[in-house]
């Protein structure tokens, strides 16, 4: 891992789940940025993306949803190379298409993941 791109972003607008994935990769020795709301990320992107290993990215976001923010993603040439792992209730083929459409590198249904689990999974993969 790169020691310059260090930061596992993750993007929750409920709080109380926002923290427990937070816990659950800092138990992973992973360094951990929170944002409650896709603006706050956008905000924090433009000014830190050469800091992010990852985003752990909501879908139903106030101000910004998540299919906007790997829209945007896709779109700027300083951020399309940041992988993004959507994590989500919502649960139709038609959401997991798009989102792998706009670049997501996996879709996670929350129901299916605890924090821990998916902490020892996102690790593995950006290793």
Do not use: C
């Not at 310059?4 to 409920?14: A, G, H, L, P, Q």
């Not at 998540?66 to 700027?76: A, P, Q, S, V």
């Not at 924090?115 to 690790?123: D, F, G, H, M, V």
């Amino acid at each position: 891992m790169s020691e310059s791109r260090n930061e596992i972003v993750i993007v929750e607008d409920d709080s109380e789940i926002r923290e427990q994935y937070a816990m659950a990769f800092l138990a992973e020795g992973l360094q951990v940025v929170k944002a409650g709301d896709g603006k706050e990320f956008l905000e924090y992107l433009k000014e830190n993306h050469d800091k992010i290993r990852a985003v752990l990215l909501d879908i139903v976001l106030p101000k910004v949803d998540g299919f906007e923010i790997m829209e945007r993603m896709l779109k700027n040439d300083d951020y399309k190379k940041i992988p993004i792992y959507v994590i989500t209730n919502l649960d139709n083929a038609g959401d997991r298409s798009v989102a792998l459409g706009l670049g997501a590198k996996e879709y996670f249904k929350k129901v299916d993941w605890t924090p821990k689990r998916l902490a020892e999974k996102i690790k593995g993969l950006i290793a």
